[in-house]
Nanobody
């Protein structure tokens, strides 16, 4: 069992920055591909970013490419999402996810509880 706890969400103005963190406990963190999804009100959950087990490979949704950066620290069992140049359309609940497969899929094995990000215009 893996427990994921997100933090770092909040209210920020357009153009601002936030850094989300996701702390994992339980089984060996480095065995899991990690990533972030988000869900805006009235919309389906969507993929945001993913990172491989070692951190050597990263993947991004087109909507956040160039603005968001995903990283991980396997020694601290933590994955991060640095979000810059935030836009109102980035407003959503952000969920951390862990997947035992080589890469993050749309059906990861574990989810965090979510953290709210609100970008005001």
């Amino acid at each position: 069992q893996v427990q994921l706890v997100e933090s770092g969400g909040g209210l920020v103005q357009t153009g601002g920055s936030l850094r989300l963190s996701c702390a994992a406990s339980g089984r060996t963190f480095s065995l899991y591909a990690m990533g972030w999804f988000r869900q805006a009100p009235g919309k389906a959950r969507e993929f945001v970013a993913a990172i491989s087990r070692s951190g050597s490979s990263t993947y991004y949704a087109d909507s956040v490419k160039g603005r968001f950066t995903i990283s991980r620290d396997n020694a601290k069992n933590t994955v991060y999402l640095q979000m810059n140049s935030l836009k109102p359309e980035d407003t959503a609940i952000y969920y951390c996810a862990a997947d035992i497969r080589v890469i993050l899929t749309e059906s990861p094995d574990y989810w965090g509880q979510g953290t709210q990000v609100t970008v005001s215009s």
